[in-house]
């Protein structure tokens, strides 16, 4: 799994993990849940049951895993809605924070900071935050370092702070990467932005083909991409480097490789093969590859359209936390009834759907959502929503929702205005 035995072997690690667990390792329960949501084609049931019979056995790291999947990491980023489930997620991660495993810590720490799943509560952010850091999670370090820099809810920012908590949060990352592959991504992403360290270039490139020579499959991807927008461009070194990531497995690696034989760069151009590898990193569990294909049969570009399966490929990058693809679900359902759901339920989903993009930063689902409270659509008109929405697009980079706060009637109309019936005053 680490890489010491030559290059990372994710298969034969998930099959000793495997054999380790039906003995009853409880450890390894824990390590091959992770496997599930990180390396293997994403299945989320699985890891929860792998971290529930580890965590049910006394195993704080696999509590704090599983309160984590709940309450930050799930489809939508949430898999409890109930108010007894949030609660029992909530309580599995104080047990496992109060039991010595920091990462629950930080993740109590951001559910209090964001007030989504429980109420805002700045000080105890702030406290678990801290605690975190102080166990060793350098997310928590991170994390309190940022709002520091920033100032926590109003109060005067603290650099000094914050530039020791960037610090030691380097540091725990220098020590993870040498021990978890999966963390050099991160950490050669510190080095480009300066992050408790210098800006370096160099060292970003160095620690991405360090741990892509180790078999980390996402540095792979990660360098790849340097060499593909470097100004000197190595367009077949990056080829090389996606087919390596998506011969290991890797679904960001194929639907890279897809790309390029799409566009035709450093491989012919083929819109067979391109299909080819969409179909394989979706399946692999890359949501953004399961989106451009949905597109492919929403379209009909190179089949034949498929509404039905464009919908489906769309729910399942939804279902991987994409918020491209929950966008995609959303713009589907406006003004249709076409998927089996009647057109209430539907505008309502749409609109939840667009509303979780949107906060995850995608500038077109917060425009959709201006345009869905401006017309009424399953939902009384409020230009004053539309506009926040709008604003918050426009702030995101979204031109045509500048113009529209400006200038809404010379506005780009989404398609599926076209289709929808407002809500009748």
Not at 216 to 236: H, M, P, T, Y
Request: a neutral charge; proline letters at 3%.
């Amino acid at each position: 799994m680490r890489g010491k035995a030559g290059r990372r072997d994710v298969r034969r690690a998930e099959a000793v993990f495997r054999k380790a667990c039906d003995g009853n390792d409880l450890a390894a329960c824990h390590e091959l849940g992770a496997l599930f949501l990180e390396e293997l084609p994403r299945d989320d049931d699985a890891s929860v049951a792998l971290q529930r019979k580890a965590c049910d056995a006394g195993y704080l790291p696999a509590c704090g895993h599983l309160a984590a999947l709940f309450l930050t990491d799930g489809a939508m980023r949430i898999r409890v809605e109930k108010e007894a489930d949030v609660q029992a997620a909530v309580s599995l991660a104080q047990k496992a924070c109060e039991g010595g495993y920091a990462r629950a810590c930080t993740v109590l720490g951001n559910v209090h900071r964001k007030g989504k799943v429980l109420p805002r509560n700045h000080a105890l952010a702030k406290q678990m935050l801290e605690r975190g850091c102080d166990g060793g999670d350098r997310r928590g370090c991170a994390i309190a370092s940022i709002l520091y820099e920033n100032g926590w809810d109003g109060e005067q920012p603290d650099k000094e702070r914050a530039a020791t908590l960037s610090r030691k949060a380097f540091e725990l990352l220098q020590k993870d990467c040498a021990e978890e592959l999966d963390s050099c991504s991160t950490l050669a992403a510190w080095h480009a932005k300066g992050f408790g360290t210098a800006v370096d270039p160099e060292k970003q490139r160095l620690v991405l083909r360090d741990a892509c020579d180790r078999g980390d499959s996402a540095s792979c991807v990660e360098l790849g991409a340097l060499l593909e927008q470097d100004k000197r461009k190595d367009i077949d070194g990056a080829v090389a480097l996606y087919r390596r990531a998506c011969d290991d497995g890797y679904g960001s690696g194929c639907g890279k490789l897809g790309n390029m034989h799409y566009r035709g760069l450093g491989v012919p151009r083929d819109d067979k093969r391109y299909d080819e590898l969409l179909h394989r990193a979706c399946d692999l569990g890359h949501a953004q590859s399961c989106s451009w294909l949905g597109t492919r049969f929403a379209d009909g570009m190179g089949t034949t359209k498929d509404p039905a399966k464009a919908m489906a490929l769309y729910r399942r990058a939804c279902g991987l936390g994409s918020p491209m693809g929950c966008r995609d679900v959303g713009e589907a359902l406006l003004g249709t009834d076409t998927h089996g759901i009647p057109s209430k339920e539907a505008h309502a989903e749409a609109l939840r759907l667009l509303v979780f993009s949107c906060d995850e930063g995608d500038h077109f689902a917060c425009f959709y959502a201006a345009w869905v409270h401006d017309l009424g659509v399953g939902v009384p008109k409020n230009h004053g929503k539309a506009e926040d929405f709008a604003k918050t697009a426009c702030a995101l980079g979204s031109g045509p929702a500048c113009v529209w706060l400006k200038a809404p009637d010379r506005a780009w109309r989404p398609e599926w205005i076209d289709f929808v019936k407002p809500t009748k005053k």
